[in-house]
């Protein structure tokens, strides 16, 4: 098989005049942590919106599992196995924390659309959403709403919700965005737990989350990637130093 899970070729994203994208190559490897970064306005949200197929590239293609997905809509990518989170929660605040999960379950028994059926039939899944709830920390929260949650627990319900999607390439926007130190590291911690089995692409501002959880992290700046490669290396590159610390490569020397 493969080890390539998802391909970019040449990606380019143009608005007008403005180029938000500029020919990108970037490799997904299978069963990996693969993390993109950068400043405000280096295209990181267009990429991402590329990937998950929210928009649609001006030239360029993008490869899931050896197969072309560039003109697919969002629907059909899910239905392959790519799923997304949103930088918002996406949840049904009005529903218990157990009816959301439960929901993305149905998709299973092809019944999502089904709303006519007896209410009981769900009941059937309430076993497998409780499993899903337990492997995110949530299920003494199971009949709580899920407007009544704290903000890093309704993360942690929208990836249980994209688990129960059976996602094989689960890609995460701003997973810690707005959260407080507590919270930052409840989500960190799930992340890491769940990747087992597959694979993750998270666009994330956090850095020390980035340290901790990407095998390998792209970094774009002006819509063009600037350097790729595990923390270690990216973190001391002068020119990642320079676009996305602010530090320059004079100012590098003189704390040396």
């Known amino acids: 098989m493969n080890d390539t899970i998802l391909e970019a070729r040449n990606l380019t994203k143009n608005f007008g005049g403005f180029v938000a994208v500029n020919g990108v190559d970037l490799r997904i490897k299978r069963g990996s942590i693969h993390a993109i970064i950068g400043p405000n306005g280096a295209g990181k949200t267009t990429m991402f919106n590329l ?41 049904f605040p009005h529903l218990t924390v157990l009816e959301n999960v439960r929901l993305a379950l149905q998709r299973g028994l092809g019944v999502s659309y089904h709303f006519w059926r007896s209410k009981a039939m769900l009941h059937n ?72 089995g597959r694979t993750i692409v998270m666009v994330e501002h956090n850095l020390g989350v980035v340290a901790h959880l990407a095998d390998t992290i792209t970094v774009l700046a002006r819509g063009e990637v600037l350097a790729e490669g595990p923390y270690e290396v990216v973190s001391k590159n002068p020119q990642v130093m320079e676009a996305y610390m602010g530090v320059s490569a004079d100012e590098q020397e003189e704390t040396v």
């Open 125 to 196: 899944l309430d076993a497998q959403a409780m499993a899903q709830l337990e492997r995110v920390g949530l299920a003494d929260y199971a009949e709580l709403r899920a407007v009544e949650l704290p903000y890093g627990r309704k993360r942690a319900l929208e990836i249980a919700t994209t688990l129960g999607l059976e996602p094989e390439l689960m890609l995460l926007d701003e997973p810690t965005q707005g959260m407080g130190t507590e919270d930052v590291g409840t989500v960190t911690d799930l992340i890491g737990r769940v990747r087992e």
């Open 51 to 91: 990937l998950t197929k929210f928009i649609t590239p001006s030239s360029g293609k993008i490869l899931f599992n050896d197969t072309d997905i560039t003109n697919k809509k969002p629907a059909e990518i899910a239905n392959m196995g790519v799923v997304r989170s949103f930088q918002i929660s996406a949840v």
